[in-house]
Nanobody, 121 residues
């Protein structure tokens, strides 16, 4: 079985920074894309950032220049560095990893439990 665990959320003032982390454990053969979604109250879940196995990154326009996604393949970790946070960044952030388990020949998307990020003065 595979389990993703997130950490790093919290309360921060506008202009502040937070770093989210997400790690996976289990019988993993390889991991393809890793990324982060977020869901604000009353809104649909939106893709925030994604990083490929080769390190190519993509961001949703509202976070470009402020957020940075990175990964550590040796540790099966993905990170989201969030700087210059705004009130509208308040949301529950969910990580995902597209994982191939040992013995399988396909990838499945695994999700973290979600972590609350609140930007407030």
């Amino acid at each position: 079985q595979v389990q993703l665990v997130e950490s790093g959320g919290g309360l921060v003032q506008p202009g502040g920074s937070l770093r989210l982390s997400c790690g996976t454990s289990g019988s993993i053969f390889s991991i393809n894309d890793m990324g982060w979604y977020r869901q604000a109250p009353g809104k649909e879940r939106e893709l925030v950032a994604v990083i490929s196995s080769g390190g190519i990154t993509k961001y949703t326009d509202p976070v470009k220049g402020r957020f940075t996604i990175s990964r550590d393949n040796a540790k099966n970790m993905v990170y989201l560095q969030m700087n210059s946070l705004k009130l509208e960044d308040t949301a529950v952030y969910y990580c995902y990893q597209d994982v191939r388990i040992i013995g399988n020949n396909y990838f499945t998307r695994q999700w973290g439990q979600g972590t609350q990020v609140t930007v407030s003065s």
